[in-house]
């Protein structure tokens, strides 16, 4: 435990120049391009100059880049930045926000644990045959197909020919417990909510999570091999135990790369999906930063970076937690 304590604070440790570098990067992007934000926030061409002034004083935009940079972490630090554009605490923007990609990550990740395991462990049973084959190619699939065109494609086939989804709103229930409707209904069992939940968010869940589908198939596989052709899985085979209790060992030991694939894919989906909210009209946190750099609204995005920096960070940090109940020989 000592070693996980220090492990933990290292890792703590490295939160604050990580989170500087990226938000920093961001900013820098944003800085460096050749226009006026004040003007493009106040109305374009026939925006009133007082106005402008007084948004470049309000939001410190005649100091030098690093002024400018400490006075946006530090309004982000204290919750009192307001977008220029929506008038509204980013903060406050981005906890509204932040529900839908929620749901969407979590149905989006039942597809990957559901589908993408066990045909890995299948293939891996089944290995150099047409199954093994076809999750293969299933995984080359799901890394190169563009999203858009599958998510039009499903979209015509499941909503305009069988009318199978909804593709208007977004179903929210009377109650609220922690204020994602998932898993209020999930609390209360209210299966007519789940079904309206799940028929809205069931099929961009599975655009998001197709190509992890297969990036996880294809990663158990490998491990699951690997870990069938140690050495402790043939001394087990040559003391003759069962199949059911070897295999159970060596998915046991086949799971530290699986965890690891798979915390930094939900760290990854809770970031934010800007395409597939924006194909599906869901309102997330990816089609919020699609909004933000529309409209030049480089202080939204920089909140949402930072939020969804923070996100992938402690996912990661999850993960790297359970190696150590997951694989005892890990050692921090």
Do not use: C
Not at 224 to 249: C, P, Q, S, V
């Amino acid at each position: 435990m000592a070693e996980l304590k220090r492990f933990l604070v290292r890792r703590l440790l490295t939160f604050i120049p990580t989170l500087i570098g990226v938000t920093l990067i961001v900013f820098v992007i944003a800085a460096v391009i050749p226009t006026d934000p004040a003007r493009m926030w106040a109305g374009g061409e026939k925006a009133n100059p007082k106005v402008v002034e007084q948004l470049k004083k309000e939001y410190h935009l005649e100091g030098n880049i690093f002024e400018r940079y400490y006075f946006v972490m530090y309004k982000l630090f204290t919750n009192q930045m307001v977008s220029p554009v929506t008038h509204h605490y980013i903060w406050d923007d981005l906890a509204k926000k932040f529900p839908v990609t929620l749901q969407l990550t979590i149905i989006a990740f039942i597809y990957i644990i559901i589908i993408g395991i066990p045909l890995g462990i299948l293939a891996a049973l089944k290995r150099d045959t047409w199954v093994d084959t076809s999750v293969r190619i299933l995984a080359l699939t799901g890394v190169s197909t563009p999203i858009f065109w599958l998510a039009y494609l499903l979209i015509f086939l499941f909503f305009t020919q069988l009318g199978w989804i909804t593709l208007a709103g977004t179903p929210k229930p009377p109650y609220s417990y922690t204020g994602v409707p998932l898993i209020d209904a999930s609390i209360r069992l209210d299966l007519p909510m789940l079904a309206e939940i799940f028929k809205r968010y069931s099929l961009p869940g599975f655009i998001l999570g197709f190509m992890g589908i297969g990036v996880t198939a294809r990663i158990v596989r490998n491990s699951f091999l690997d870990a069938m052709n140690a050495d402790y899985t043939e001394y087990a085979m040559a003391r003759g135990l069962k199949k059911l209790r070897i295999y159970r060992h060596v998915f046991r030991n086949a799971l530290v790369p699986v965890v690891t694939v798979l915390g930094l894919q939900f760290g990854g989906l809770l970031g934010g999906a800007p395409i597939t909210e924006r194909v599906f009209g869901l309102p997330g946190l990816g089609n919020y930063m699609l909004n933000a750099i529309y409209q030049y609204d480089y202080l939204a995005l920089m909140g949402a970076v930072f939020f969804v920096a923070i996100i992938y960070l402690t996912a990661n940090l999850i993960v790297d937690i359970l190696y150590a109940f997951i694989d005892p020989r890990v050692r921090y």
